[in-house]
């Protein structure tokens, strides 16, 4: 499901004919939300979570690829952006440095979709800003429920404030569509999908597996062909995408067997899309400034040949950040103050 979400995003930033390939983001954001909660619930019912212990999982999966794209970005710009872009530039390293650039980007942008937004080579790091501070939120509300010996009643918690979200998402983005777009209260929504998964019990029966899981991937290619960039967005028509992903993960909860998985599911599970689901981080990471620089620099316009050869080349960084950062450094054998100091001393130097 991530190597779907994440080869949507790409095609769309690279102009490859997926108009509503952006809603890709909005996948990631079911899984988060699922994969997330599934994590603190086992450790909470284990006596084994603690927010320390859940802040280094993320700082070790988050952050050590993002100041590697972040420093390569900046001595890119240096080369090729205007001194006023590149003082914006400075200004969304502020913001990501303190799980903040979705604000920046929502006051400093008209659209997410306008032309020049899409040359600012971090405008990606919205959605991580918007990740981080639910991280933040998330656990000290699960914690709260099981300190007042409320976790019983977590699902219905989750339930409630997804629902609110939503509503304030579809208020919103009548009227203020690009808050809506940018910030927290309208997304939360997304990720509380997955979180709502999380807490539901598995369902048993194969048949309504199978049509959840085909009636979520056509909700998905439903959005990925039919949406483009003039569609009024989050709001209601976030709900296709954010509904077939979280029915393809609930069809999938609970089966130990792929060769028992429902068709869509089987299909999902092939080797190269898992391949390419491993690598979405930095895929995603690395696609949008190298996109972008080729944009500014023109060497994308009007040529399919050449897109396709920028893909390649995210492509093979990916694998080589994947490889070389992003697994190494999640590793527990690497001490985690050295990590913790890594993270420090990069956020003083960008900011």
């Not at 619930?41 to 927010?51: A, E, P, T, V």
């Not at 391949?275 to 930095?282: D, K």
Request: without cysteine; hydrophobic residues 50%.
């Amino acid at each position: 499901l991530r190597a779907l979400a994440v080869i949507g995003v790409i095609l769309f930033h690279a102009d490859l004919g997926l108009s509503g390939g952006f809603v890709g983001v909005d996948v990631f954001f079911v899984i988060s939300g699922f994969l997330i909660t599934s994590l603190i619930i086992k450790d909470i019912k284990s006596n084994q979570f603690s927010l320390s212990g859940f802040w280094e999982r993320r700082a070790r999966r988050i952050f050590p690829a993002l100041y590697v794209v972040t420093i390569t970005t900046i001595g890119l710009s240096y080369l090729f952006l205007l001194p006023k872009d590149f003082e914006i530039l400075g200004g969304s390293v502020i913001g990501l440095s303190f799980f903040s650039s979705n604000i920046f980007f929502w006051k400093n942008t008209n659209s997410y979709f306008s032309g020049s937004a899409e040359e600012m080579p971090l405008l990606h790091t919205w959605s991580l800003s918007l990740e981080e501070q639910f991280y933040i939120i998330v656990p000290i509300v699960f914690l709260l429920l099981f300190k007042w010996r409320q976790f019983d009643k977590l699902f219905w918690v989750i339930s409630a404030g997804t629902l609110l979200s939503l509503l304030i998402s579809i208020v919103g983005t009548t009227h203020y569509e690009s808050a809506s777009f940018y910030l927290l209260p309208t997304r939360a929504w997304e990720l509380g999908a997955g979180s709502i998964i999380a807490t539901s019990r598995p369902i048993k029966s194969y048949r309504l597996r199978t049509i959840f899981s085909v009636f979520g991937i056509l909700s998905i290619l439903f959005s990925f062909i039919f949406y483009d960039r003039s569609s009024s967005f989050p709001g209601l028509s976030a709900v296709p995408p954010v509904l077939g992903a979280a029915l393809i993960i609930w069809s999938g909860v609970g089966f130990g067997e792929i060769s028992r998985l429902p068709i869509v599911l089987k299909v999902l599970s092939i080797r190269p899309l898992v391949f390419i689901g491993l690598l979405s981080y930095s895929l995603y990471l690395w696609h949008y400034p190298i996109f972008a620089f080729a944009r500014i620099n023109e060497f994308t316009q009007g040529s399919i040949i050449r897109k396709l050869l920028i893909g390649i080349l995210v492509l093979l960084i990916s694998i080589i950040s994947y490889y070389f950062v992003e697994r190494p450094l999640r590793k527990k054998s690497l001490n985690f103050r050295y990590v913790l100091i890594g993270v420090i001393l990069s956020t003083i130097i960008l900011t």
